[in-house]
């Protein structure tokens, strides 16, 4: 079945820090992939996503190309800031014809910490 | 403004109860999903629904159950079957599950805690 893992945290930078979250999955066919924020008490919030292979998606200075030949989708930023503290969720979802058609798999996230 | 509704934020359940979480969703998606996130875990699905009175069971559906009456609506039952229910529950919703490239939307979540 398909799978997604993340690199694990948590992660702790200073403000203005690059930011890099590892992302790797394994599907069979050509999934979507995203990657969902989750604030404190708060549901997910899409902040990116790409649908096939070489795309890039952006949101809010974040930055994920879809890899296909090393089936990863790494979140970057340039410079992080202290609102940025959360948690990350990368995510794909199944493509048509397989078992896990329309479902979301989502990796264990990735708890960041932005200190000024 | 369009968006999904989960009620209670908190709840609380007592040994033996079963407890019923609401969803509400005015975005005209067909599609809705239940999830259990634990601390330091991903989410996992208990129970999705790609039309009206229909729903497929999910990875961890055992000791909840659903209902899909209404396009808008996907009330989830945690029953006393549950043996550890003590988790946050997140609705999702989406336009069209046929269409693998469109995101879940979600719900702010309920926390469920034991008595």
């Known amino acids: 079945g398909n799978s997604v893992t993340q690199m694990e945290g948590p992660v702790t930078l200073s403000e203005e820090a690059f930011l890099t979250i590892n992302c790797t999955y394994t599907?069979?066919?050509?999934?979507?992939l995203f990657w969902y924020v989750q604030y404190p008490g708060e549901g997910l919030q899409l902040l990116l996503k790409?649908?096939?292979?070489?795309d890039k998606g952006s949101n809010k200075g974040f930055e994920a190309t879809y890899r296909k030949e090393t089936t990863s989708f790494h979140l970057e930023k340039g410079s992080v800031q202290v609102s940025d503290s959360a948690v990350y969720f990368c995510?794909?979802?199944?493509?048509?014809?397989?078992?896990?058609?329309?479902?979301?798999?989502f990796g264990q996230g990735t708890i960041l910490t932005v200190h000024p | 403004d369009g968006g999904i509704t989960q009620s209670p934020k908190y709840l609380f359940r007592k040994e033996g109860q079963n407890v019923t979480l609401s969803c509400e969703q005015n975005?005209?998606?067909?599609?809705m999903y239940w999830y259990r996130q634990d601390p330091g875990q991903g989410l996992r699905l208990i129970y999705y629904?790609?039309?009206?009175?229909?729903?497929q069971k999910g990875d961890i559906a055992e000791g909840y159950s659903v209902s899909r009456e209404k396009k808008e609506s996907f009330p989830l039952t945690v029953t006393s079957a549950q043996k550890n229910p003590t988790a946050f529950y997140l609705c999702?919703?989406?336009?069209?599950?046929?269409?693998?490239?469109?995101?879940?939307?979600f719900g702010d979540g309920t926390r469920l805690s034991i008595l």
């Open positions: 790409a649908t096939k292979a070489d």
């Open positions: 995510a794909l979802r199944g493509s048509a014809g397989g078992t896990s058609y329309g479902k979301l798999t």
């Open positions: 999702a919703s989406s336009i069209d599950s046929q269409y693998s490239n469109q995101p879940q939307h």
């Open positions: 599907a069979t066919g050509y999934p979507s």
């Open positions: 975005l005209n998606h067909d599609a």
């Open positions: 629904s790609q039309i009206v009175n229909d729903f």
